[in-house]
């Protein structure tokens, strides 16, 4: 008796980068549960979990993602201090949001949790009018020394892959 199932790993995740890159969308192609299993706290950011194993061990994923403050930076810190990981977005067919990555990536170094993990998401890879070519995604990330994915929320196109991996390095590191 008494054997009850470990308590999953928590991995927080926050959502950051331009408003409209593609960020809600990302965060709902991946909860395969659906829009009714996201809830909205107070101040407006919300949250989706994710059950997921990793080498054997139950991993519970929490996405933060936020509701339009990202347009006026004015993410509360908080949230910044709890996550363990960061989805960096930008979207391939418009170039401010990509110009703001370097901001965003500031943010993090300021305000995370030291040595949290951050991959950044070069979004609607899917549309043919691009403005930032694979190549400048890839050296920015390499110059900011974190992994680059190219994806689309659309198309279903590398959003298991983006979350999987920063789990999977976050894992490693807790
Ligand atoms: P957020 O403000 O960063 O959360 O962006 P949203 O998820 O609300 O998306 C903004 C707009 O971009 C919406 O009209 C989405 O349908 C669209 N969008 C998001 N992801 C993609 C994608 O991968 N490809 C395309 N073509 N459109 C996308
Ligand atoms: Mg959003």
Redesign the pocket.
């Known amino acids: 008796g008494g054997a009850g199932k470990p308590t999953p790993l928590l991995i927080r995740i926050l959502?950051i980068?331009?408003?409209?890159?593609?960020?809600?969308?990302?965060v709902?192609r991946y909860d395969k549960r659906g829009f009714n299993l996201r809830f909205t706290t107070t101040i407006g950011v919300d949250y989706s979990d994710r059950l997921l194993e990793l080498d054997g061990r139950q991993v519970k994923l929490q996405i933060w993602?936020?509701a339009?403050q990202?347009r006026f930076h004015s993410l509360t810190t908080s949230f910044f201090k709890r996550a363990e990981g960061f989805v960096l977005?930008y979207?391939v067919?418009n170039r401010q949001s990509f110009e703001s990555v370097s901001t965003w990536m500031k943010d993090i170094v300021e305000q995370g949790k030291r040595g949290s993990d951050v991959v950044i998401c070069g979004?609607?890879?899917?549309?043919q009018g691009r403005e930032v070519a694979r190549e400048e995604g890839e050296q920015l990330a390499a110059e900011l020394g974190v992994p680059y994915m190219e994806?689309?929320?659309?198309?279903n196109?590398n959003v298991e892959e983006t979350f999987g991996n920063l789990a999977s390095r976050v894992k490693t590191r807790l």
């Open positions: 959502m980068g331009d408003s409209s890159v593609g960020k809600t969308s990302l709902l993602d936020t339009g990202e977005v979207d067919s979004n609607k890879c899917d549309l994806t689309s929320a659309k198309e196109l």
